[in-house]
Nanobody, 124 residues
């Protein structure tokens, strides 16, 4: 079974930065699009960023574009989310997701596997 394990969450002050990592195993990594989603308390899970299997195509939610960067290292089966200029509205549990297609998608329904999530808390 595919396994995704996130790390790197924590508490940061507004304006700060964090880098999330997701280690993937038991899959042909470069053939999977990878994405980050987040879910704040009382809200639905929302798309943050995705990239294609090759890493050549990325999409971002409007709310994070210009502040967050998704990247992947296919040699290490890793995907990352670098988050800059964080503000309290970014507080959420962040999830890594894998899609059994190389083409990136932006809705949760397009993704087949999920990690357990990592908490990001931004204080004001």
């Amino acid at each position: 079974q595919v396994q995704l394990v996130e790390s790197g969450g924590g508490l940061v002050q507004a304006g700060g930065s964090l880098k999330l990592s997701c280690a993937a195993s038991r899959l042909s990594f470069s053939t999977y699009a990878m994405a980050w989603f987040r879910q704040a308390p009382g809200k639905e899970r929302e798309f943050v960023a995705t990239n294609s299997g090759s890493g050549g195509v990325q999409y971002y939610a409007a709310s994070v574009k210009g502040r967050f960067t998704i990247s992947r290292d296919n040699s290490k089966n890793m995907v990352y989310l670098t988050m800059n200029s964080l503000n309290p509205v970014d507080t959420a549990v962040y999830y890594c997701a894998a899609r059994r297609k190389e083409i990136a998608g932006t809705t949760p329904y397009e993704y087949d596997y999920w990690g357990q999530g990592t908490q990001v808390t931004v204080s004001s």
